[in-house]
């Protein structure tokens, strides 16, 4: 992997791809997304089909530079999420790093959604809601271990969200989608930074990253491009 911008590099290490993704202290969400040239993020219902082992990389790296990973429930559900452990990839980088072996996952859910048994319904996850959501869903999860957070009445205000992690000391998150998590933490201005993998691939259909019209165009800085096999690694600012 190369850096095209700002000062071009070769061979980037893991410790080159972790100070290149640093963030200074404080609170921040960063969204990591992959996609494809015509804006598609999934084939066949996954993003595995557009990733490549650059963005495996970046993906490990991101996860380990944050306090927590921040998800939808249909991503996590989609995707086939599991806690971050300590003998996994991500759970050496960050040990190597100096930072803790494993970092909680935060489930966004409307709904509630996880049910207890699931994947995710364990000690180390964090599950956003809002009071609309089944009280004995919530319970239930409860009861399993997960931290469940009420957040907002008919839906989950996730300003307030973020305001409820920080104190449990889960200040600098990565969002991993989906799209519409990332169009509600957009319209909600909540979100710092967009780091977008684009894959050399034309996919059409109809998932893309932002799923409804937003309040105003957002218009992200350019802060870094990487290279490798012809997949782009860009590290966009979101000016608030």
Do not use: N
Not at 123 to 147: E, K, N, Q
Not at 190 to 209: I, N, Y
């Amino acid at each position: 992997m190369r850096r095209l911008h700002p000062a071009p590099a070769e061979d980037l290490s893991d410790d080159d791809l972790a100070a290149a993704y640093a963030l200074p202290p404080g609170r921040s969400v960063r969204v990591d997304f992959v996609t494809s040239l015509d804006g598609a993020i999934t084939v066949d219902g996954r993003s595995a089909g557009l990733g490549s082992p650059g963005d495996e990389r970046v993906f490990r790296v991101l996860r380990a530079l944050a306090d927590a990973v921040l998800v939808g429930h249909g991503t996590a559900a989609a995707e086939g999420y599991r806690p971050v452990a300590a003998d996994s990839a991500v759970g050496r980088l960050r040990a190597a790093l100096g930072r803790p072996a494993t970092a909680p996952v935060v489930v966004v859910s409307r709904r509630a959604s996880p049910a207890p048994g699931d994947r995710l319904a364990v000690p180390s996850t964090v599950l956003v809601t809002c009071a609309a959501a089944d009280p004995d869903r919530r319970a239930a999860l409860a009861d399993a271990g997960v931290d469940v957070l009420v957040c907002g009445d008919d839906d989950v205000d996730l300003p307030l969200a973020l305001d409820r992690l920080a104190e449990r000391g889960l200040a600098q998150l990565v969002c991993e989608g989906g799209p519409a998590l990332l169009t509600s933490a957009l319209a909600a201005g909540v979100v710092d930074e967009l780091d977008l993998t684009v894959s050399p691939a034309l996919v059409g259909g109809e998932s893309r990253l932002v799923t409804a019209a937003l309040p105003g165009v957002v218009r992200p800085r350019l802060l870094q491009v990487l290279e490798e096999d012809g997949v782009l690694f860009t590290r966009y600012a979101v000016d608030r």
